[in-house]
């Protein structure tokens, strides 16, 4: 971000030439969501006094309360308090590590399916009073999870700031886990699809990640929709069916009561039909 203020954001209120020094100072930390704590320690003071420095910069326009104790940069080049595009993933892993991006929008970034979605999610095992968040104008949806379901990630680089994401393998798998968080039932059926006709499979991969979270559901959808769009082998789906739960499941767990039951996988098909 530039750090030249003299002639930037003539528009908003001026700075005393302390307030300038330390805006200067926290902009060379590269950081992109500032915590009071942090800023406190980095400058030598008091909670009170750099909560009252926070709050006069965020008044004068050039940083943006997006939760208590938390504040971002309010681009240089921009007349809104909104983050640039490629900034609201680095929120994300700001506000809510340890964390990563999965469900919609690791498809999205995987090209596993088409649709646009207007939320960020998050999977985090830091503890949530709520799953929806606004922060900054931007919508985000978190997922708690315990710590052992941090895996699977790949690291991605924007602007010399590390983003984790789910990789394509993962992705599918936390989403046939929790179609909600895949857009519904029939678009996660859809992102399945899209992954069992691509040349990414990794049947071992899939089973590995599958045997982590061991859930007898997961282990159902898994292998419904790699035995209708997939070319796998029949020794890998008997495997799959040996670790499935007993009882009929629904594979949109928010969705109908209503639909053809696939016995072989014990699994409720309450989804239109992609075909």
Excluded at 152 to 163: A, E, T
Aim: with cysteine.
């Amino acid at each position: 971000m530039k750090t030249d203020l003299k002639n930037s954001k003539s528009h908003l209120a001026g700075l005393s030439a302390r307030e300038r020094n330390i805006l200067s100072t926290l902009m060379l930390t590269n950081s992109k969501v500032l915590f009071t704590s942090v800023v406190s320690e980095r400058l030598g003071l008091q909670s009170e006094e750099t909560n009252k420095i926070l709050s006069r910069l965020a008044k004068k326009g050039w940083l943006n309360r997006i939760k208590r104790g938390a504040y971002i940069f309010v681009p240089i080049e921009s007349s809104s308090v909104d983050p640039f595009p490629e900034e609201v993933w680095q929120i994300a892993m700001d506000v809510f590590k340890p964390c990563y991006l999965s469900g919609w929008t690791s498809a999205e970034h995987w090209d596993l399916t088409e649709q646009i979605f207007n939320t960020v999610m998050v999977f985090t095992s830091a503890p949530q009073r709520k799953s929806n968040h606004k922060i900054a104008g931007i919508n985000y949806k978190t997922r708690q999870v315990n710590e052992n379901r941090l895996f699977g990630i790949k690291q991605v680089w924007i602007n010399n700031n590390q983003i984790l994401i789910a990789d394509i393998h993962k992705t599918v798998v936390d989403i046939l886990d929790a179609p909600e968080i895949g857009g519904g039932g029939q678009h996660s059926l859809k992102v399945a699809k899209n992954y069992w006709t691509s040349s990414n499979v990794d049947t071992e991969l899939i089973l590995s990640y599958a045997d982590i979270i061991k859930r007898g559901t997961l282990y159902k959808r898994i292998g419904y929709s790699a035995e209708k769009y997939g070319n796998v082998t029949d020794d890998w789906l008997d495997l799959i069916k040996s670790k499935i739960s007993r009882g009929i499941s629904n594979f949109d767990s928010g969705g109908s009561k209503k639909g053809k039951i696939d016995l072989k996988w014990s699994l409720r098909i309450n989804v239109p039909n992609l075909e």
